[in-house]
């Protein structure tokens, strides 16, 4: 059953979500000395795309409050092809020491954004810096449990933006998640290649082979996005050009069956205009056919008119040659191959 389109459209307007890195470690309960080293994990939170769509990472050391904070400590730059994990060593020296007064922030970059998560508080003991001024105001904490700021997924946002004349169908295909899909339509393809930008229109998406079974896939439709684009046609009325004589050979064809092969019993000449007026060749009296004129071609043409179905179509012409043939044995008169050549002249 195909859906609605009501229900296209309410599909169209949910929102999206991109896969996000979850913290697995620390914990809301790690604690470890400044100057030791430990490792930071995360985990795909499990929706489509993987976090295997998501290209670097960027890690940040925060003290203080979800409302009040500040970046401490950074580490390098990473890259999620390399794993979910990366171990880092925080410097004694970095800042002051209060129970649960850090977390990390992931800034994670996508096609198309960046999306930033935090992990729950811990602790950094031993530590022999000194916090800012504006951290040091509201420490300490509440504790371990006092909130962290929320997720903020720009990618989601700049898929919003970029949908609001296209719907879901304008958000990259390897961002959307959820259990319907929307594949847009391709661009149309221009009436001459001008372009010299050979860049791909969307981002490539990462391979993985399976070593093991995987999990049933979440997707359950992909909706296949209307045509974004009308064509109209029409039939072609002017006749090619190389048929240009095509109407002044016709016309002598007429002329002839009708006059001087009129012992030939050709009937229906009129089925000669009906061809020309379906191809779009125009019959066109000349003076130099005198014995077809326009009254003779519009009584042809009003005579096919009448008859409506075309008389030609159908019929056995080899059993019409037959007939034709045993009561027109033929003769010297219209053979040019069986005159003299005086005749020929």
């Keep these: 059953m195909r859906p609605s389109g009501a229900l296209l459209s309410l599909l169209a307007s949910a929102p999206f979500a991109i896969a996000i890195p979850t913290f697995s470690s620390p914990t809301s309960d790690f604690s470890v000395a400044g100057g030791t080293a430990f490792t930071v994990t995360w985990t795909d939170d499990g929706t489509a795309p993987s976090i295997a769509d998501l290209t670097t990472y960027t890690l940040h050391l925060y003290a203080g409050t979800s409302t009040t904070n500040s970046v401490v400590w950074s580490a390098p730059d990473g890259s999620f092809a390399s794993g979910s994990s990366i171990t ?25 954004g960046t999306v930033t998560t935090y992990s729950p508080r811990f602790s950094l003991t031993g530590m022999t810096g000194v916090f800012p001024a504006t951290v040091q105001a509201v420490l300490p904490v509440s504790g371990a449990t006092a909130p962290v700021p929320a997720n903020v997924n720009n990618v989601v946002q700049a898929a919003a933006a970029a949908s609001v004349n296209q719907g879901a169908w304008g958000t990259p295909y390897n961002l959307q998640t959820g259990l319907t899909k929307y594949a847009p339509m391709q661009p149309v393809p221009p009436t001459a290649i001008t372009a010299t930008n050979t860049s791909p229109l969307w981002p490539t998406s990462s391979v993985s082979l399976a070593s093991t079974f995987l999990p049933i896939p979440s997707i359950v439709t992909t909706l296949t996005q209307a045509n974004t684009f009308s064509v109209s046609s029409h039939a072609n009325t002017k ?4 048929a240009f004589n095509v109407g002044v050979i016709t016309l002598l064809l007429t002329d002839f069956l009708k006059d001087t092969a009129s012992d030939f019993d050709i009937e229906d000449i009129c089925e000669m205009v009906r061809a020309a007026d379906e191809a779009g060749v125009a019959l066109e009296p000349r003076r130099e056919i005198v014995n077809c004129v326009e009254r003779d071609i519009e009584i042809y043409r009003q005579e096919y008119m009448e008859d409506g179905e075309d008389e030609w179509r159908g019929r056995d012409w080899k059993n019409e040659w037959k007939s034709f043939k045993a009561n027109h044995s033929g003769s010297k008169h219209y053979n040019i191959t069986k005159k003299s050549k005086a005749g020929r002249k």
């Excluded at 880092?88 to 198309?112: E, K, L, N, Q």
């Excluded at 006749?239 to 190389?242: I, K, L, T």
């Design 88 to 112: 880092i060593t925080i410097p004694a020296t970095t800042s002051g020491s209060s129970p649960d007064a850090y977390f990390f922030g992931m800034v994670s970059t996508a096609a198309g």
């Design 239 to 242: 006749a090619h050009p190389s």
